[in-house]
């Protein structure tokens, strides 16, 4: 089987599409995550 630049373009669409669903979903968490390492990182 051979994988085309199609199947990987997909993959990542598809990867892209879910993180972004993902981080609207729970935009709260993740908006503290962020705040979070951002000052645990400056520290």
């Known amino acids: 089987m051979k994988i085309s630049n199609r199947d990987i373009k997909i993959f990542f669409l598809g990867f892209t599409t879910l993180f972004i669903?993902?981080?609207?979903?729970?935009?709260?968490?993740?908006?503290?995550?962020?705040?979070?390492?951002?000052?645990?990182?400056?520290?």
Do not use: L, V
């Not at 979070?36 to 400056?42: P, T």
């Open 21 to 43: 669903i993902e981080t609207i979903y729970d935009w709260d968490s993740t908006i503290g995550e962020i705040q979070r390492g951002w000052e645990a990182g400056s520290k």
